[in-house]
Nanobody
Framework: VQLVESGGDLVQAGGSLRLSCVAS????????MGWYRQAPGKERELVAT???????NVADSVKGRFTISRENAKYTVNLQMNSLEPDDTAVYYC???????????????WGQGTQVTVSS
């Protein structure tokens, strides 16, 4: 399974960014997809997830500013980030929980991460 993120960048506070993650090797339509982030010196934390049934779970710290979406036909999960704050600065990781083609068990998978830096 491969998860390839894109869209990280340096942006000023109040700006917007859109992260995308393209998945391969996983039964995408049934997988729970999402985004986590890790700031320097802090633990990795949930940002948002979306299930195969399009049920969303969004962290309180980003609720109302970030929107998660998925495009099953493109094997893609997106994170639209608006009203960015310096505290949003972190490496953002794409996450998938699902089964590989031909396998019956469920596993967790991670992308390599993309840097988001918000300047004040």
């Amino acid at each position: 399974v491969q998860l390839v993120e894109s869209g990280g960048d340096l942006v000023q506070a109040g700006g917007s960014l859109r992260l995308s993650c393209v998945a391969s090797g996983i039964i995408f339509s049934a997988a729970t997809m999402g985004w986590y982030r890790q700031a320097p010196g802090k633990e990795r934390e949930l940002v948002a997830t979306i299930t195969g049934g399009f049920r969303e779970n969004v962290a309180d710290s980003v609720k109302g500013r970030f929107t998660i979406s998925r495009e099953n036909a493109k094997y893609t999960v997106n994170l639209q980030m608006n009203s960015l704050e310096p505290d949003d600065t972190a490496v953002y990781y794409c996450y998938a929980r699902g089964s590989r083609w031909g396998r019956s068990y469920v596993s967790d998978y991670w992308g390599q991460g993309t840097q988001v830096t918000v300047s004040s």
